[in-house]
């Protein structure tokens, strides 16, 4: 059980386009979701938290209006990259609880994105 | 603030051998302590966590923790390390509003 998918796994796009990266709680209901980018060899930096209806809450440095966070049900959050430059290629990772279990989060694989 | 340090960027242990991952912490209040590890193409796993009471914590695949208030320590041990075990492992550290913080992690590798 608490399984979190990603979709998709890896993407590469042209730089100015926008990105839609997809977080889905496939056996539970996540009442949050985080969005986490990951550099490499670096630690995951927590972007955003957000609860399902309502709007998401930014980490202090991250650009709300550049990353959008959409968390339109109990089971799927959308992180979109808008207007996507080089230096926002990372690897992106979202997380869910349930309110069950405090404080543990069931982590999605993960989405590569590269900007060309 | 709050900090999570891991001080080894990358241990190689031959496989039999026992390991010890170092976490650090710095956290104002009693914190909620986790170890994740992080396999290719995989999320992040829970391997063990602590939130109160004896300080030694088992997890799964055979790993342990200890949590030391006095030197703010909570390290990941186990004592017989397997090939399978090669990963990024992350200590973090979490809060009442449930935020995580990570460490940068100790990326492990196995020698037969």
């Known amino acids: 059980g608490a399984v979190v998918s990603q979709h998709p796994s890896r993407v590469i796009c042209k730089s100015g386009t926008s990105v839609k990266i997809e977080c889905r709680s496939l056996?539970?209901?996540?009442?949050?979701m985080f969005w986490y980018r990951q550099f490499p060899k670096k630690s995951l930096m927590l972007m955003a938290t957000?609860?399902?209806?309502?709007?998401?809450?930014?980490e202090q440095g991250v650009e709300k209006d550049k990353f959008l966070i959409n968390h339109a049900s109990l089971t799927l959050s959308t992180l979109t990259v808008t207007s996507a430059h080089p230096e926002d290629s990372s690897f992106y990772i979202c997380?869910?609880?349930?309110?069950?279990?405090?404080?543990?989060?069931?982590f999605g694989p993960g989405t590569r994105l590269t900007v060309l | 603030a709050q900090s999570v340090t891991q001080p080894d960027i990358h241990i190689t242990v031959s496989e039999g051998a026992s390991l010890e991952l170092r976490c650090n912490y710095s956290?104002?209040?009693?914190?909620?302590l986790f170890w994740y590890v992080q396999s290719p193409g995989q999320g992040l796993q829970l391997l063990l966590k602590?939130?109160?009471?004896?300080?030694l914590v088992q997890g799964i695949k055979g790993f342990e923790a200890e949590f030391k208030r006095s030197q703010s320590s909570f390290n990941l041990r186990k004592p017989s390390v397997h090939w399978s075990d090669a990963a990024e492992y992350f200590c973090?550290?979490?809060?009442?509003?449930?935020?995580?913080?990570f460490g940068t992690g100790t990326r492990l590798q196995v020698f037969p």
């Open positions: 997380s869910a609880t349930s309110g069950e279990a405090y404080n543990e989060q069931f």
């Open positions: 957000s609860n399902e209806g309502s709007k998401a809450t930014y």
């Open positions: 956290y104002g209040a009693t914190p909620y």
């Open positions: 973090a550290v979490g809060d009442w509003a449930d935020k995580l913080i």
């Open positions: 056996d539970f209901q996540a009442t949050t």
């Open positions: 602590y939130f109160s009471g004896d300080t």
